[in-house]
T-cell receptor, first 114, second 116 residues
Framework: AQSVTQLGSHVSVSEGALVLLRCNYS??????LFWYVQYPNQGLQLLLK??????LVKGINGFEAEFKKSETSFHLTKPSAHMSDAAEYFC????????????FGTGTRLTIIP | NAGVMQNPRHLVRRRGQEARLRCSPM?????VYWYRQLPEEGLKFMVY????????ESGMPKERFSAEFPKEGPSILRIQQVVRGDSAAYFC??????????????FGPGTRLTVL
């Protein structure tokens, strides 16, 4: 069975500082991994995805994530935080083609300090 | 190309009433997933449907909840005799059908159900 753990339900960083949001997964097969962002009272927007191609994945808004099989991790980073990055971030995993249901982590709320 | 549409965006029901949530997938998409987000929690998978078929309902509560995706029209998530614990945001996602490759899901804006 697949599962996702996001360490840190709340993360605060200063504007211009590095953003690091942690995600570890458990999967019995090579996984597909995703990061989504959710702004207040809105739906989910895909930031980036790993689908077994390059292990370093670049997404929108300057975010990137690296798939590390040995550490079962898929941490999200951004070199320089912007005020507009304040939102909830969800890591998700899917295991199969044909039934791509997603298992989500509990989310990390990112606050940007001016 | 319009995105995934959900309506209503907000729904208020009293305990014991029925709630009907609608999801229109993106044009050309024939797969629909429903997820529920309880307050302060992540999204949890409920059901996966293709046109006229339920493929995976392993996340659906055993009672009061049902889903359909008819040949024509939107997908419907139906909750009978709602209780306060049903208050949540319900998200729909759709995906295309591409045999052999991963089918990305596109999410709608959600329906926020409040049970009084």
């Amino acid at each position: 069975a697949q599962s996702v753990t996001q360490l840190g339900s709340h993360v605060s960083v200063s504007e211009g500082a590095l953003v690091l949001l942690r995600c570890n997964y458990s999967s019995s097969v090579p996984p597909y991994l995703f990061w989504y962002v959710q702004y207040p009272n809105q739906g989910l927007q895909l930031l980036l995805k790993y689908t077994s191609a390059a292990t370093l994945v670049k997404g929108i808004n300057g975010f990137e994530a690296e798939f590390k099989k040995s550490e079962t991790s898929f941490h999200l980073t951004k070199p320089s935080a912007h005020m507009s990055d304040a939102a909830e971030y969800f890591c998700a995993v899917s295991e199969s083609v044909g039934n791509e249901k997603l298992t989500f982590g509990t989310g990390t709320r990112l606050t940007i300090i001016p | 190309n319009a995105g995934v549409m959900q309506n209503p965006r907000h729904l208020v029901r009293r305990r014991g009433q029925e709630a009907r949530l609608r999801c229109s997938p993106m044009k050309g998409h024939s797969h629909v997933y429903w997820y529920r987000q309880l307050p302060e929690e992540g999204l949890k998978f409920m059901v996966y449907l293709q046109k006229e078929n339920i493929i995976d309902e392993s996340g659906m509560p055993k009672e009061r909840f049902s889903a359909e995706f008819p040949k024509e029209g939107p997908s419907i998530l139906r909750i009978q005799q709602v209780v306060r614990g049903d208050s949540a945001a319900y998200f729909c996602a759709s995906s295309p059908t591409r045999g052999g490759s991963y089918n990305e899901q596109f999410f709608g804006p959600g329906t926020r159900l409040t049970v009084l």
